[in-house]
């Protein structure tokens, strides 16, 4: 594009709105869809039951060790349509710009969250753009909306957790929220942690390919593993009992909380599951899941119990209990 | 909510996250499938052919006569799908806050959001909230994002313009931007101009009750109705020739326009629709779109002709030529 950032006038809708789409949206995103630039989308949908999820990004840095914005966004959307079991139709994406953003960071933004739709199988097929004036925001927002097919016979929801069910989680946690932490530098902490941040549905395909009777699938973003637990067994009226040895922490993880006093188990995943299975498919989905690149470290963590309702336990490594509650108050604001 | 501002703990995705959705956006929101607070909604479409569409609104000030950033947000989504001849299925909203924002600001701009969703027969069944630092964005952003299913034999598309239609306008132009410029009080301007801000679906489906021979809709949003032509004329490769005379501007809206040096052909509406529309067609779509609350001042104002593509000539009053460009640089940043 020419100008080398961002002015007010990209966000008006004329000539300059015209030209920052056709010089460096379509450019990096340009598919039959989203270049009749109409009023929306046209999809096709090969079956008739529908997911629709959307997340707005606000992470900071934009840029961090495993990925950046581009990539988070278009990411986090993918799974939380995978997270219904459905396949991405379309991906929606709206960016808020601050005046004076510098359009080669916006290149490598898109360049990014473009190779991650093709690592997701889908395509941007809508968006928007406005500019705020310098002051009003912090760079750059975006909001990622998605819409995906959910196959015929498939039915994962937070509320289908049953007793005797099994809990799988897809790999180790806190990787993501570790290494934004490290790569804000505010705490002069050394080292790097790679963000885990990955697009799920592939493997979620694989899964779906064992069983189709996954009754639920979340992937701990904000709050945690601990947080999703929670909202498992209270969506569900269900109870939780997990063991802390079968939850993997790299050791680098486990430092930096440490360090700051934090646990693990509320830090924030981009690319890791947990998936409510029943008991005599437990295996077969697990199998399928350490097949895959992105689960090779998959392990049962727990069971779905009758007895108390809404509540996790913990069965920590020397062999106490405790009870997991969702995220109280903030842990680190703007890591997604 | 028992919190009167919002907390940066709002948007960490713990206990602070969940009585914000539970205490304030469900009351206003609440559906059976939001309610289930799953990663993505479920919907079930119809058809098999549909629109998915993304805005981000930045609008300043919040609240304006006519409306406030909810209905905007709201009316703007389901009209992206209403120019595609979509009926919108769900809604997915998403917000950005700041820090600090009043919660009693919020819950208006949730009941207004919800009344509008009411008035256009959809739902708000996907959501979101972020918060960001005191600074780092300017009291609320939202944005919303629509899936829409396209009716058997419907294909409008901003492309299939033909020589010989009719170019038809649902009303007078300019009422939702001079509004807004009056509403901030920046140039010491008397008087009130009320946003036309509206859903448009109704009204499309009663054209579409009269022929579903439409060939292009769009509403004549940022960039105003020059640039709308200008985009239909460049999407579809033909010549518009329209009358200046017929297109009809409120005094109100005059004097801002006078006063400012603004020209009304490019000031943003949200409440109007230009449709393109086979001759043998056109008489009776502008009879339904009359017999219609918001369309009653519809009139055709000009027609597709085989000369000059991707020009528009604008026959002015005093019976000379005008060609119509894009709106060109900024005529007034965050209207919408």
């Known amino acids: 594009m020419k100008n080398s950032s961002i002015l007010i006038a990209h966000g008006a809708g004329g000539q300059l709105s015209h030209e920052l789409i056709a010089e460096l949206f379509l450019p990096f995103l340009e598919n039959p869809v989203l270049s009749n630039l109409d009023d929306s989308a046209l999809l096709t949908a090969p079956g008739t039951r529908l997911a629709l999820t959307t997340d707005a990004y606000v992470v900071k840095p934009l840029f961090f060790p495993g990925g950046d914005i581009g990539r988070l966004s278009l990411c986090g959307t993918v799974n939380d349509l995978a997270m219904m079991g459905a396949a991405p139709l379309g991906i929606a994406a709206s960016f808020i710009l601050e005046e004076g953003f510098a359009t080669e960071k916006l290149e490598r933004i898109l360049g990014s969250l473009k190779a991650a739709a093709e690592e997701a199988g889908t395509e941007v097929v809508a968006g928007d753009t406005k500019v705020v004036e310098r002051g009003k925001a912090d760079g750059l927002f975006i909001t990622t909306s998605g819409v995906g097919a959910v ?5 994962i929801q937070g ?3 049953r007793e005797g069910d099994a809990v799988i ?9 570790a290494g934004i932490l490290l790569a804000r530098g505010d705490f002069s902490l050394k080292g790097t942690v790679l963000s885990d941040c990955a697009p799920l549905n592939h493997l979620v395909d694989a899964m779906l390919g064992a069983s189709k009777e996954i009754h639920v699938l979340r992937d701990p973003t904000r709050g945690g593993l601990a947080t999703v637990l929670w909202e498992i067994a209270n969506s569900s009226e269900v109870g939780l009992e997990v063991e802390e040895e079968a939850i993997q922490v790299r050791s680098e993880v486990m430092g930096v909380c440490d360090l700051l006093g934090f646990d693990p188990l509320y830090l924030a995943n981009e690319g890791k599951l947990v998936a409510v299975v029943p008991e005599k498919h437990a295996e077969k989905v697990l199998s399928a899941m350490k097949s895959h690149p992105l689960g090779k470290s998959s392990v049962a963590i727990g069971r779905v119990v009758a007895g108390h309702p809404g509540r996790v336990h913990l069965k920590t490594r020397i062999g106490g209990h405790r009870l997991l509650e969702p995220l109280s108050g903030e842990q680190f604001p703007r890591i997604c």
Chains 1, 2 share one sequence.
């Open 151 to 155: 196959p015929e016979g498939v039915d």
């Open 159 to 161: 509320r289908n957790a």
């Open 169 to 177: 989680l897809s790999g180790p946690v806190g990787d993501h929220e």
